[in-house]
């Protein structure tokens, strides 16, 4: 009930707002219509549309098609018209004397058939007639084969250009300063993308990346999960008649991958099949550590004291087959099924001291040791999906059905040997061994039902299932047996099941002529069914979230639009946070999941203002805030000493994941892009925020703090084979519920040739050339204990990539290179 209360009550201030403005009756009409494939009758995304008066050359407005082939041009004056339609690949048609008057203000051209380019080509380069930075009415999409810098590196090189996206020096991911985001790839789920998102971004060759698409605030059509929005990455496929595909090498001094794609097209039918391979070469990162803790009750101080290295890689196999057939003018099917394969590895030791010491400064106790660990992590999935469209006579009307799964196995296993100096003496040791399985499957439906012109209503529903079953075997050392024996205390299993069911409902409309408006209700309900055996009970929860949605447009012009718009998020806890496996591999720091986590739900409001130069570039702010109660975050407690099974931990912090309150954001976004010729390009993007975060769990530990992030990307074509791009970003320093997180800067630069016609082409890219580490510090405190930690992070890298464009078309027969429909004229 407070939430429709809060809906209603932005909605009405909203109306409010807009409201002031009065209705003129002469601020023009709207050509709209929809962009086929003559073929294939499939709707062709970013077609471009141009507007001429009727006898001039000069273009006085345009736009592009979206997902579905349409488009619409506003706020067209009185006047005789004519529009070209292109598409690279296609041949232009124009449509002539389209007249807008008072009795004829809104113009449809209905369904536009546009054919595919004459003669025969034994080679093809297909690109997408977009800009870098696309946005849409819901999203924004970043176009990822314009990015220079991206053709040696892999997903998450893209990630941290892309506007309100930032990555830390290990991968994470954030979204406008939010880590819990829904990640999909070509717009499914899958478990590779719950379990380890860091392994598998820096697992997907950059250079098979055709689009990302960013959705801050999501409709109701959208799932609810993902706090701080949804991530598309979007790989490269095209529809083009004939056999063409791409291979793609990269060696490097860090990152070596490979990939190759081949699609197949025949009239309606066509296939695509790829493989890529990723591999991080072995690094080395330097640790130091430092903890001073107190034990009230004995009235003691333990230092703790730290260093070593570690020896890390990783590794990734992706490659599948997907087909698309359009049965008729109305039906078609696609289908898909991958597999995903991914890993990392880590090798190290850590030297140690701990010293005890009274109230009054005395030795109590000090203690030399070593400690050699080692862990590993694998997994491996099986991912169909099949997918049903059915379109109607009405451009508008729309059926979908998608039926997804996501099948995986994944494996942890963890070990360590701790000495006492000189390595005379075995006191501890663990072996660890931690196998699951993990299925996420979905089968959903949408239908857009035109209800009067320019008023449409979405309906649909969606069933999705989360199982996940898991054991953990412990082994640790028993100096009595002078052998490692199984522990029940650090063993476990596991077994989660989690179904949603879900409902909405969208209604988009115009008020007036305004602005645009689209309101919605999503309702889900959630029910879990988990068995903990070191808990030995079994939890049923169930609940249920409602999620109302509201989405304003106001286009001011031309080109400029403003956006207003309110959500709610969810963020259901996934495997690696529930998994009470417990890692003590390091007796002093435990780390274990957290099987009783709730979700953590958001309320979230933004505002967005969007200016388009044309030629010269874009530019675009937005406000946001938002609000999330059951925060969920690392979180570190101190314990003296801390009884597991028959093993009993002596100054030892235990990390695992809680909800901790309540944590709130407010902050502007930044984003502009300038061409400043036709050579050189500069685009930035900025990200400064507040954030308040309410501890519950350690009540007056509470943090406040400004957060700043900024990234600058500048491009110069030298020529049309050459060309250079340099980019770099900085993350500030910031402060969370237990202390304070490292900054991070970094840059690169890249130098691209293409020859063969531009079917081949070479890339050179460096990575903070003049440092071989990045220095990470953290600060952290909490009743009874502070540390300090150094981490000296590998980052300096040297890539050489080699790309080959290749493709026999065959094109029919020679037709006119441009078609015009006259308007004027009689229509058959």
Do not use: C
């Not at 002469?26 to 929809?34: Q, V, W």
């Not at 080679?123 to 810098?149: C, G, H, Q, R």
């Not at 999941?593 to 967005?608: H, M, Q, T, V």
Request: aromatic share 12%.
């Amino acid at each position: 009930m407070k939430k429709g209360i809060i809906t209603i009550a932005f909605s009405f201030f909203l109306l409010l707002v807009f409201g002031q403005e009065k209705i003129n009756e002469n601020t023009g009409g709207n050509i709209s219509g929809k962009i086929l494939d003559s073929s294939t009758l499939r709707p062709l995304e970013y077609a471009t549309i141009t507007l001429y008066r009727t006898g001039k050359s000069k273009a006085i407005n345009g736009t592009t098609s979206d997902s579905s082939g349409n488009f619409i041009i506003t706020k067209v004056s009185p006047g005789n018209y004519n529009i070209i339609i292109g598409f690279v690949g296609y041949s232009s048609i124009s449509v002539k004397n389209i007249i807008i008057n008072q009795k004829n203000e809104a113009v449809n051209l209905n369904q536009i058939l546009i054919n595919r380019k004459s003669a025969t080509l034994q080679t093809v380069e297909v690109t997408a007639p977009a800009k870098l930075v696309d946005n849409k009415i819901d999203k924004m999409v970043f176009n990822a084969e314009k990015d220079i810098t991206s053709q040696t590196g892999v997903a998450t090189d893209i990630l941290k250009k892309v506007p309100q996206i930032s990555v830390d020096v290990d991968g994470n991911v954030e979204l406008q300063g939010n880590s819990n985001i829904l990640f999909l790839i070509n717009g499914k789920p899958s478990t590779i993308l719950g379990s380890n998102i860091t392994d598998v971004l820096q697992a997907i060759p950059a250079n098979q990346i055709k689009s990302i698409e960013v959705i801050t605030n999501p409709g109701t059509k959208y799932d609810a999960q993902g706090t701080g929005g949804i991530i598309n990455i979007i790989l490269k496929h095209n529809n083009v008649q004939g056999i063409n595909g791409n291979v793609s090498l990269t060696t490097g001094t860090i990152v070596q991958n490979g990939s190759i794609n081949i699609n197949a097209r025949k009239g309606k039918f066509g296939m695509n099949v790829f493989a890529n391979g990723n591999a991080r070469l072995t690094t080395k990162t330097i640790a130091s550590f430092n903890r001073v803790s107190t034990d009230t009750a004995a009235k003691t101080n333990d230092i703790l004291q730290q260093n070593g290295s570690s020896n890390f890689n990783r590794h990734g196999l992706q490659s599948g087959i997907g087909f698309d057939w359009s049965a008729d003018n109305h039906n078609t099917f696609s289908g898909a099924l991958s597999y995903h394969n991914f890993g990392n590895t880590s090798k190290g030791f850590l030297n140690q001291t701990e010293q005890t010491q009274t109230d009054s400064g005395g030795a109590y106790s000090d203690i030399n040791s070593v400690n050699n660990t080692n862990s590993s992590f694998q997994e491996y999935s099986f991912d169909p999906s099949l997918n049903y469209k059915r379109s109607f006579k009405n451009k508008e009307q729309e059926l979908e059905i998608t039926a997804d799964g996501s099948f995986a196995h994944n494996h942890i296993s963890s070990g360590n040997d701790q000495y006492l100096l000189p390595r005379d003496s075995l006191i501890y040791g663990t072996r660890n061994d931690n196998p699951a399985k993990e299925n996420e499957y979905e089968i959903k439906a949408d239908y857009v039902q035109p209800l009067r012109k320019d008023i449409n209503l979405g309906i649909g529903g969606k069933f999705a299932g989360y199982d996940i079953t898991g054991t953990a075997n412990a082994l640790a050392w028993n100096p009595y047996s002078n052998s490692y024996l199984f522990s029940s205390s650090l063993s476990n299993n596991l077994n989660y099941d989690q179904k949603v069911y879900a409902a909405y409902a969208e209604l988009n409309f115009p008020v007036g002529k305004l602005f645009e408006a689209r309101l919605g209700t999503r309702y889900e309900r959630t029910q879990v069914n988990a068995f903990y055996s070191n808990a030995n009970q079994k939890i049923q929860n169930g609940y249920n979230t409602i999620i109302p949605s509201v989405f304003l447009l106001k286009k001011l012009g031309e080109s400029q639009t403003l956006k207003l718009n309110f959500t709610i998020r969810i963020n259901r806890p996934g495997y690696f946070d529930l998994n009470p496996y417990i890692n003590a591999s390091d007796p002093k720091s435990i780390t274990t999941g957290n099987p009783y986590l709730n979700p953590e739900i958001w309320d979230r409001y933004e505002a967005s203002y969007n200016y388009d130069f044309g030629k010269t570039g874009s530019f675009m702010i937005a406000l946001f805030y938002r609000q999330s109660n059951g925060d969920i975050q690392p979180f570190i407690v101190y314990y003296p000493s801390i009884q597991v099974g028959d093993t009993t931990y002596i100054n030892a912090a235990v990390t695992t994941r809680e909800n901790i309150g309540v944590e709130k954001n407010a902050g502007t976004n930044l984003f502009f892009d300038f061409h400043i010729n036709d050579k050189f390009n500069v685009r930035s993007n900025i990200i400064f925020f507040y954030r308040h975060t309410i501890n519950r769990l350690d009540p007056g530990y509470n943090s406040s703090t400004a957060i700043y992030r900024f990234t600058v990307n500048t491009s110069y074509q030298f020529t049309s084979s050459f060309a250079a791009e340099f980019f770099g970003s900085f993350n500030s320093r910031h402060h969370e519920a237990q202390g304070f997180y490292p900054s991070f800067t970094s840059y690169s630069i890249a130098f691209r040739k293409l020859f063969w016609n531009k079917k081949g082409s070479f890339a050179l890219t460096g990575n903070n050339i003049f440092s071989k580490y990045v220095d990470q510090k953290t600060e952290l405190y909490g009743p009874g204990f502070q540390t300090n930690g150094l981490r000296k992070v590998p980052y300096q890298s040297i890539g050489l990539n080699f790309t080959w464009k290749f493709g026999k078309l065959q094109m029919k027969k020679e037709k006119p290179e441009e078609n015009n429909i006259d308007l004027s004229a009689p229509q058959q």
